[in-house]
């Protein structure tokens, strides 16, 4: 009876055991399709699991696998998500609305590291409103478990001036309160892009003004634009400041002119910082005569404007003399337009006399007058028509003949294009590229986009994967205007201070740029190119490493091949190897061009454009056992002697340590994927030649079901990120011999399915290429001792995957039959 009771526990244990682990992490959790994201409200350490979910989504942020949340708001305030707690790295998005899929424009905030590796976002919300919550992994191999906690703060408020156009009116003030931490992101995104709050300040006079947020609690960064208008271009920007004088607040100091407005934009380092700080403005300025614009250290801030009246009559004279010795006054007019601008005293009831500079400060030379009239068009009123480009300023002095003066109208116009749409000219839609040559571009119709490290025009990007260990030299000689160029070391948006390698204006060679920078293969770098200034136009871009690399990345596999250019028979397993006293013969496909012209054909994989390649690295080849080599030895030797497994660039398989491949026991391979560009689909084939009979033609038998030798069929792969990525096959069953441990495997990848083979029926048909070979891939052979010990680990109730649910059925199986 005391056995029976103890067994009775043990099973009631067991049962209660696996029971609830098979509720707490199934096989796939149910909210891991967005359209069946989890009902939530305010919740704490409310529990998830990601080890066994899958990716679905938009990729806007997570590429990992990942869970979904719809959450209700229940207060009008700020919502605050947490994964603080949780046992991996994680990411967290936040969008409007539970739609799905969402949009990029619905994406609110997102977060990667918050409190350590772990992810937090806060957002204003309105009671009653619904918000898409996802949560996934750093990576697509990042997975596990993990606490998400969701609050509402009713007692906090959206600000008032959380966008631009509801600027806050200020003048002076001393610790004026302010808090980000409700705020959302408004604006051009100049700077960085936290969320921001704006202030509009109108000058009180003409001098020294300085913004500080000193004594705030957060990490704060602060721009000032020379416009009250919204949005402010980047030719607005006066100054960008992140940290003043040692501390993590900002501060700027700049020359404001009397009357004149400018925005403040106020916001958190990153994309992250929000919180609880204070705005103090002072200014050591002179305010003003009356009649400010009567003296050109005053001018009168202007538009477009249209019979605007004026009158010298009580004016005084102040300038240069250059245009004029009547009394007069002074605009400042800001092109609302690029193209053509037209100045007109018509209708003015005295003889006049007009001038346009270029910029407006007070100090004008000769040199910068744009233009002087007197008379046009047979009248004795003025007009002056000069080019301006958007956003520059122009100072316009209206007097009149001789020393005349009077009541006078003032129109001015610009006749400019539209600007189109903004193109998708931003960082996160940075262009996949490797080594060019000459690649043209345009800046023309692009916008500014990014943190402003190196430059502030129109500007493009590129995410460039090194193609070898070295020198990389990135030039826009040929370009048609004054270009400047940065480099940052990873493709992540924004870059910071840090992410810079270099950047440069004008190199050796003229107003072009060129930067060269250490590079390390496979690493990414971010390229930005834009212009002087605000200069933009067409352009080349040349890309060359000049580490150990061919022209081209031509690639073939190394697996010994009878049917060679030396027609010398090649053996798979020699007898050393097999404990038998004799070696088998090879039959694999590996030379695609042994003279015959019957095949089967070796893969081969052309890359006359590097799209995606195998583990880290890929070394060219022309032929197999021919030609040149860039390791520099062939894949295969065959005269004199025959040695095969000799390409150096096979480090797809992490074969450090042993491999696993239990016999007949289900099992899964894990190999790593470069991927430059990715926006192309992808398959991965592996064969595997179990019988050792020197060919991966077979399908051998199993317990479990057959093991054919071709073990992962047609694995495909799509909306890869670029960089390296960690892949898990399918799972497959090993099949093993007891006389030999070696074997031959190989892995190709491609950018078709792998189908019938060169030579269906054939010897040695299976892992063959098509006859007009690969455009792009690698293949990769491997002669490994694998371990073929079946461990507990394995597959248990065949449904191709092994997690808990394998453990759960092993157990009852163990509790039906085991004694």
Known sequence: MKWFRSNLVLVCGLVLLFGAANVTFGAVPLNDFCNKAKAVGNVTDLAFDTTNATHDGPGHYINSPNVWY????????????????????????????????????????????????????TFAVKAGSQYLIEVGGFNPSVKGQGMISISCDNQSSQPTNDDCSKADQVGNVTDLPFDTTCATFDGPGHFFTSPNLWYLYTAGGTGEVIVSLLGSEFDTALVVYDTGDCYPESGDIIERNDDFGGFLQSQITFQATAGHDYLFEVMGYNSDEVGEGVLTISSESTPPPSGSNDDRSHPKPIGDVTDLPFDTTSATQDGPHYCMYSPNIWFCYTASCTGEVIVSLAGSSYDTKLAVWKGCEPDLDYEDMIQCNDDIGGTRQSQVVFEAIAGNQYMIEVGGYDLETGLGLLSISCEGVTPPPPSKDDCENAKAIGDVKDLPFDTTDATFDGSGLCLTSPNIWYCYIATCTGNVTVSLAGSSFDTMLAVYDGCECYPTSGDLIECNDDSSSGYQSEITFAAVEGNQYLIEVGGYG????????????????????????????????????????????????????????????DGSGTGPYGPVHLNDEVVAYLGTSITRETEADTGPDEDPSNNIITSPGTTANRDNGDDAIDLKNTLSLPNCCWTTLDYKVTVVDPNVDLWVNIWIDWNRDGDWDDVVDCPEGPAPEWAVQNQFLYNLPIGQNNITSPAFLPWHPDDIEHIWMRITLSEQPWKTGSNPGAVGNAGSGPQEKYLIGETEDYYIIPDTACSICKDHNGDGVINLDDLVYYSDMWLVQCP
């Open 70 to 121: 719809c959450y209700t708001a229940t207060c009008n305030g700020c919502a605050t998500v947490s994964l603080t707690g949780s046992n991996f790295d994680t990411k967290l998005a936040v969008y409007d609305g539970c739609d799905c899929y969402p949009s990029l424009s619905d994406l609110i905030k997102s977060n990667d590291d918050f409190n350590g590796q772990q992810s937090q976002a």
């Open 534 to 593: 605000s200069e933009n136009g067409e352009g080349f871009i040349t890309i060359s490493c000049s580490g150990i690399v061919l022209p081209g990345k031509t690639d073939l596999g190394d697996a010994p091949d009878s049917t060679n250019n030396n027609n010398r028979p090649m053996n798979a397993y020699p007898s050393g190897h097999t404990g038998l006293p004799y070696s088998i013969q090879a039959h694999f496909p590996t030379v695609y061009n």
